[in-house]
């Protein structure tokens, strides 16, 4: 969800909890990453990215390791270390090629994806894309499949390519009837950015009526630049610069976490 005072209650009544499994170590640290890296402190993120890393390997167990090295990405991701992020994910790439485990494979290739959409590898991140969604049979269950959709259309915006995008988004009516919270948002974000590129004004209202009403809770959570873009772009085109140029202010100086470069979109409208 998006409650970030739910995240603070759940962390903090495991956090003090004492455990002696493996297992309920690993699932500790997990949850340290999960929520340093949602709303806490990134610098506490890597550290916790490095101490489940260190204790899936005593393990000696691949699954472990594998979940393990794909959760430490994240602190790196958000925190601008580009090529860390991307070692920790090809290390668990390489165990799942070697092991044999496809849906492990399609989850680590999916978030190839969305790693290189941060960091404006736009052509990297589509072709990753089709290796998880143009299998005989697809890999890693619905999400990642729209996951893998979702990242393909806002990379082809972005790409100038909108044409090529525009099959793959789905009215905003349908995105939010979907269950998960943050990723629906992520395909909103999708929609509207072919919405604005075709100046379809009713479905851009549409999806930034969405955005309005969580907005402040939503921008406040890690990896949310390329939907930070496409509002912003959206605001530019709807209402107006000074809407635009205002979100632009407050996400960038207030609510934005992450620490890898601000978008270019989003950086010209703070230069305006």
Request: hydrophobic share 45%.
């Amino acid at each position: 969800g998006l409650d970030a005072d739910g995240i603070r209650w759940f962390y903090s009544s495991i956090a003090g909890l004492s455990v002696s499994e493996a297992g309920d170590k690993l699932a500790l640290l997990k949850c340290t990453i999960i929520f340093e890296t949602a709303i806490g402190d990134l610098s506490r993120a890597e550290d916790a990215a490095q101490a489940l890393v260190a204790q899936a390997r005593r393990l000696q167990d691949t699954a472990s390791l594998i979940s393990a090295l794909k959760f430490a990405h994240y602190p790196p991701r958000r925190l601008g270390h580009l090529s860390l992020a991307r070692e920790r994910l090809q290390n668990a790439m390489q165990l799942a090629e070697r092991y044999r485990r496809p849906h492990a494979r399609a989850t680590i290739v999916d978030f190839l994806g969305g790693l290189n959409l941060d960091y404006g590898y736009y052509d990297e991140a589509i072709r990753l894309t089709h290796d998880v969604t143009d299998q005989p049979k697809p890999l890693g269950g619905a999400f990642r499949q729209q996951s893998a959709v979702d990242t393909r259309a806002i990379a082809l915006c972005l790409a100038g390519r909108c044409d090529a995008a525009r099959q793959l988004v789905s009215a905003p009516s349908a995105v939010m009837a979907r269950g998960r919270q943050r990723s629906k948002y992520f395909s909103l974000a999708a929609t509207l950015m072919v919405a604005t590129c075709d100046g379809d004004t009713r479905r851009i209202d549409e999806c930034l009526s969405e955005f309005d009403s969580v907005r402040d809770r939503l921008f406040r959570h890690s990896g949310l630049d390329v939907i930070a873009v496409a509002y912003a772009t959206a605001l530019l085109r709807a209402r107006g610069r000074h809407p635009a140029v205002e979100f632009a202010h407050w996400y960038a100086c207030v609510a934005r976490r992450d620490r890898l470069p601000l978008p270019a979109q989003l950086a010209a409208l703070l230069e305006a």
